[in-house]
């Protein structure tokens, strides 16, 4: 077979080659090694023991154009004209509005995937950003089983913790690309966060450096810049809000180019982000609670970095019918442990007709398990509570961080994102925050000023409600 050297990594024990092949119409990507030292965009032959060897240079440029000409086929016969269509309607037309750009960044996204070109996945470590990363990564094993063929990608996925792209993430993904050469620029793709102006820091360290997707259903604040990349895209930016979640739209993004089945995947995103679209079974949604578990705790999903969680892994889990009855039905266990000892730590202030309520995480935590993170917990804590008090508004702090979770009645009238911005102008020791109208989150530069930025949102939401009242 012709071949093209499209990348090159370099480890510590010497060069991996990756190269992109063609026989026939019939491209594939492979793995291998060579008896010489080869160059990014070299022409090479696969001989029939496996090792790459220098091909003719008279007939490099006919290989590359026939290369060229199968990728380019490849792409535009995988990505389909119409827009996906799932179960719930009132997105369906969303997704329908996306559907060019959502083609537009999946040609790329193919474009590097068939090259074998580095791509760096972050996506947030929630249930929601846990969907998006299995989405994707389902996607790319359907299409790597079909006419192309694939023996490894130059993956790398990374389970984002924060809510904006920092300068140190930046940094770090530089790092990573630059262990490889490639023909193709590398890809950033980013999924389920960072749409704060914090993240400003960040991207123009990378924006020229790599080709960069970003997926996310996060408001977007005034004077974030990552809006401008060409391929951002956001239910807000087609009349739609934070109801759509980021897994929806990266099934969206997966099947402009695949035919797998998504709509469980479709689910649990919208389950695990309290979408008004959710359309409940009967019953809890047990893929949802076990990505909310293995995404709090990596441990118990056998990850080989602490704190790193990849889709291989969740698929992994998924497959071992033992497994995930077992983190099942701990994960419900647990949940119920903890939301008991929360509702008799918790603390209540009033606040017109509503009620504020305070818990201080370390009360109700364990030293054994990092389950429930406190995050997530505020949610469902604020849906115990709401079973025998109608307006609610929780504020769950540890550490350095404050969660806050509203009910979609009061969201609208509290704008707890302008509470957060009002914090970060009266510079009370603000590091970062943002999220959504009813759900929302605070990092402090330490935890020695908590209890004023505490202060401030107890007595701003106060404010809000005697305005409310007083209407």
């Known amino acids: 077979m012709e071949c093209i050297i499209s990348c090159i990594k370099n480890t510590p024990t010497g060069k991996s080659y990756s190269a992109i092949c063609i026989d026939g119409s019939s491209i594939s990507l492979i793995e291998c090694k060579s008896y010489s030292e080869l160059s990014v965009g070299e022409c090479a032959t696969l001989g029939e023991d496996g090792y790459l060897l ?13 290369i060229t ?8 016969l995988s990505i389909r004209k119409e827009a996906h269509q799932s179960r719930f309607t009132e997105l369906n037309k969303t997704t329908s509005l996306m559907w060019d750009k959502l083609s537009k960044a999946a040609s790329l996204f193919l474009r590097k995937v068939l090259y074998g070109a580095p791509i760096i996945i972050r996506f947030h470590n929630d249930i929601d950003g846990a969907c998006t990363a299995y989405a994707v990564y389902k996607g790319v094993v359907d299409f790597c089983n079909s006419d192309f063929r694939s023996e490894k990608q130059n993956m790398v996925w990374i389970m984002h913790r924060g809510v904006s792209y920092s300068q140190a993430d930046a940094s770090s993904d530089l790092l990573i690309a630059n262990n ?14 960072g749409t704060s102006d914090e993240s400003n820091k960040g991207i123009p360290l990378v924006k020229d450096e790599f080709d960069i997707i970003w997926l996310d259903h996060h408001p977007i604040e005034d004077g974030f810049i990552g809006e401008e990349l060409e391929h951002y895209i956001n239910p807000w930016q087609f009349g739609m809000d934070s109801n759509y979640p980021a897994g929806f739209l990266a099934c969206s993004f997966v099947r402009s180019f695949s035919s797998i089945e998504t709509g469980y995947i479709e689910r649990a995103s919208l389950y695990g982000d309290y979408s008004k679209y959710y359309l409940p079974d009967g019953e809890k949604n047990d893929f949802a609670e076990i990505l909310d578990l293995i995404t709090s705790d990596t441990k118990l999903a056998s990850s080989q970095q602490l704190g790193n969680l990849t889709p291989m892994e969740i698929d992994a889990i998924l497959m071992n019918k033992e497994k995930r009855e077992e ?39 364990d030293e054994e398990s990092r389950y429930p993170l406190p995050g ?36 609208d009238r509290l704008r707890i994102l302008d509470i ?5 102008e009266r510079e009370l020791g603000v590091e970062a925050g943002g999220g959504h109208k009813n759900a929302a989150s605070i ?13 401030f949102l107890i007595d701003s939401i106060k404010l809000k409600e005697s305005s409310f009242l007083s209407e």
């Open 54 to 66: 220098a091909s003719d240079v008279d007939n490099c440029n006919a290989t590359k154009s026939r």
């Open 69 to 76: 000409e199968g990728v380019n086929n490849r792409i535009r």
């Open 180 to 193: 490889y050469s490639s023909v193709e620029k590398p890809l950033l793709l980013i999924m389920d966060f």
């Open 327 to 365: 983190i099942a039905n701990y994960a419900a266990t647990r949940l119920s442990e903890v939301l008991y000892s929360a509702m008799r730590s918790i603390k209540k202030y009033s606040a017109g007709t509503s009620s504020i309520y305070v818990l201080d995480f370390e009360k109700v935590r």
């Open 376 to 411: 997530r917990f505020s949610s469902k804590l604020l849906d115990k509570i709401g079973e025998s008090v109608t307006d609610a508004i929780l504020i769950v702090h540890f550490g350095k961080y404050i969660s806050i979770r509203v009910r979609d009645e009061a969201g």
């Open 420 to 424: 957060i911005k009002n914090a970060k």
């Open 443 to 455: 990092k402090v530069v330490d935890e020695a000023v908590k209890k004023d930025v505490l202060k």
